[in-house]
């Protein structure tokens, strides 16, 4: 079994094993960001380091949701403002399964919703979404529950998601009128595109870790 | 080809509570989680605001936590075990309703760092327990008043019991988001079944859902061993007691029209064996009646009507079968008095009695009667003055019964409305 090995271009601390779809990482050595461009890694000019113990996931946590193994590779940190929270991305690894499905689970107020990008949808812009409206997206009933701006604070581990500290986009999530069921839209900065992500609300007590670090 | 689980896998990171200064006096605060925003120093009760991405950065908003001996119950850093998670008091509130002290609710905010938040409650020594929830209640939340039903999307039903003003009168420790002494929120109440409760808080057009339970002082203390509290029990709620008074009410007006059918019934039932008319110098030397039948069935009433008018009789009455077999000696007390006074006419008990006799068997009976009786105040007497009317009934029902029942009736519902009445007074 062979990885790619790479190492950082900044510091030559080797990165973590290389993984399909990963176009960006932060080196755990020095916090730079590194993009992969064209099956290179390239500097991206940009730091990032983010606090660590306050989050029930972190970067290599292995847990179980529902049933499904898996292993959080990263995480995106973004910053509506007044707060902040974290896009963990998690490999899933079935026993038996040829592929790794990627799942995102959002951290916010320690409360986790885990979502699949759905692609693009048309949907309104997000200055004609209010807190309330109500949004149809892949047979589901929505209530928006908050919209704004987005800013990448940082990242770090592996992303399948070309995203650097200091981009932003407009934002909205919501749930379900059931409470079930969780929305995140995020509009592309450039062309306004409308991409869905749709999930559901994690019960904590649904998801285990191996380490889940109960006594503090 | 993609990097199997074992060489991703990583120790947890370290749990640490970041280290800051006061902004005002320097004493050193510890912050127990990076989304804290608002600290209280426990030295100068100066109110900082948290900044900065490591949220070390304080920034000095205001004096003063508030009310100054305020009285919690639970100190901050209290520990809290709840479905074997561990959680701690980050930070403690008191809201109070209408500018009232007598109303206050005292919140506890209970810290996990990998946890939702968990708040604990406690109103008039009611404790509770909630927790955000993202379902949503249907309909207009600006047509919901105490007292109406709700739904919400996950299917449950729920009645709202209260909607509140309060004010933030109180803060300490360190809570996740903005807030100051003066905050005021508005907030829905409902209960639901199996003790459950949810609470909507509209706060600057945002609107917030916490679920949760009442707990049980057996709950508290599991949570708590090392604290003793005073439990009180959660009163029921104002719909479910309105419910209660409409019940009260509805088995009143039941036993009204019950009783009154009983009454009527009764007030006709029976059927007359005998009547005879005795004098007063018949009644004074002991009278015997004529002869009358009783078939044995039901209950035997005796009526004695006398004509005494402001004085009294005392009649003794025996049933005799046959010639001289008594079967059954009892007496009767009848007074009846009446006059004007201070230009308003009174009166005060009766001129009839009636005697009961039950399991009388079939043959022929006959009463002997022997009475005296006197005029105004005269406390004794040797003869009768007064003549009696006897009627013998075979087969009566004691109406008294149904008229106590119908009395009673009358009470319930009125109670029922006076309770209905208070509470709805009590709702507005």
Not at chain 2, 187 to 192: M, S
Not at chain 2, 333 to 361: C, K, N, P, Q
Request: aromatic share 8%; with cysteine.
């Amino acid at each position: 079994m062979s990885f790619d090995r790479v190492q950082c271009p900044s510091c030559g601390a080797p990165l973590p094993d290389r993984n399909p779809g990963i176009v960006v990482s932060a080196c755990a050595h020095c916090e730079t960001v590194v993009a992969w461009d064209q099956d290179a890694a390239r500097d991206s000019g940009h730091k990032s380091r983010l606090p660590q113990g306050f989050t029930r996931l972190y970067t290599g946590a292995v847990g179980e949701l529902k049933g499904h193994r898996f292993v959080v590779l990263g995480r995106v940190r973004y910053s509506y403002g007044p707060g902040f929270w974290d896009e963990w991305c998690c490999e899933l690894h079935d026993d038996g399964a040829a592929d790794r499905t990627r799942l995102w689970i959002t951290e916010d107020d320690h409360e986790l919703a885990a979502e699949t990008g759905r692609g693009a949808m048309a949907l309104p812009g997000p200055q004609e979404l209010r807190p309330g409206a109500r949004v149809d997206a892949h047979g589901k009933g929505f209530v928006i529950e908050e919209v704004g701006r987005a800013e990448c604070i940082g990242i770090e581990g592996q992303l399948p998601r070309d995203v650097l500290p200091g981009e932003t986009y407009a934002y909205a999530d919501g749930s379900s009128p059931d409470g079930r069921y969780s929305i995140g839209i995020e509009w592309d900065r450039d062309d306004g595109q409308a991409t869905v992500f749709v999930g559901h609300w994690v019960n904590p007590d649904t998801l285990s870790l191996d380490d889940e670090g109960l006594d503090w | 080809m993609t990097a199997p689980f074992d060489t991703l896998q990583q120790p947890r990171p370290a749990y640490a509570p970041i280290a800051v200064q006061c902004a005002h006096c320097g004493a050193p605060l510890q912050v127990p989680d990076e989304r804290a925003e608002t600290i209280v120093c426990s030295r100068c009760d100066s109110r900082c605001r948290l900044t900065g991405p490591q949220r070390d950065a304080l920034e000095l908003v205001g004096p003063g936590k508030g009310q100054t001996g305020t009285r919690f119950d639970l100190p901050l850093g209290q520990s809290f075990r709840w479905r074997g998670t561990r959680y701690e008091v980050c930070a403690r509130m008191l809201w109070v309703e209408e500018n009232d002290p007598a109303y206050s609710t005292r919140v506890y905010v209970l810290y996990h760092p990998r946890r939702p938040l968990l708040f604990l409650d406690e109103y008039a020594g009611v404790w509770g327990l909630m927790h955000k929830v993202h379902y949503a209640l249907m309909g207009r939340l600006e047509e919901v008043q105490a007292g109406r039903r709700a739904r919400t999307f996950d299917g449950r039903k729920w009645t709202c019991s209260e909607v509140v003003y309060r004010d933030l009168w109180h803060i300490d420790g360190c809570l996740p988001w903005r807030a100051e002494v003066g905050d005021s929120v508005v907030a829905w109440e409902f209960d639901g079944e199996d003790g459950a409760r949810l609470e909507l808080e509209a706060v600057d057009g945002e609107r917030e859902l916490n679920e949760g339970v009442v707990l049980t002082a057996d709950q508290l203390r599991r949570a708590m061993p090392d604290v003793q509290l005073k439990v009180g029990t959660a009163p029921r709620p104002v719909h479910a007691r309105l419910r209660d008074a409409r019940l009260v009410m509805a088995a009143g007006a039941f036993g009204l029209v019950l009783n009154g059918g009983v009454l009527a019934t009764t007030l006709g039932s029976g059927k007359q064996v005998h009547s005879e008319q005795f004098s007063a110098q018949q009644l004074s030397e002991e009278a015997t009646s004529k002869p009358f039948p009783l078939t044995g069935k039901g209950l035997v009433s005796i009526e004695l009507d006398s004509n005494v008018d402001n004085g009294w009789m005392y009649a003794q009455v025996a049933l005799v079968q046959g010639d001289d077999a008594v079967v059954h000696v009892t007496d009767a007390d009848i007074s009846y008095y009446h006059g004007v006074e201070g230009g308003e006419s009174w009166s005060e008990g009766s001129d009839s009695a009636t005697l009961w006799f039950r399991g009388a068997e079939p043959g022929e009976y006959r009463l002997h009667l022997k009475a005296v009786s006197g005029l105004g105040e005269t406390e004794s007497a040797l003869a009768s003055q007064h003549g009696l009317r006897v009627v013998v009934v075979e087969g009566a029902h004691r109406s008294i019964w149904a008229i106590a029942g119908l009395v009673g009736s009358v009470a319930t519902i009125l109670l029922g409305f006076l309770l209905y009445k208070g509470l709805k007074d009590q709702e507005d």
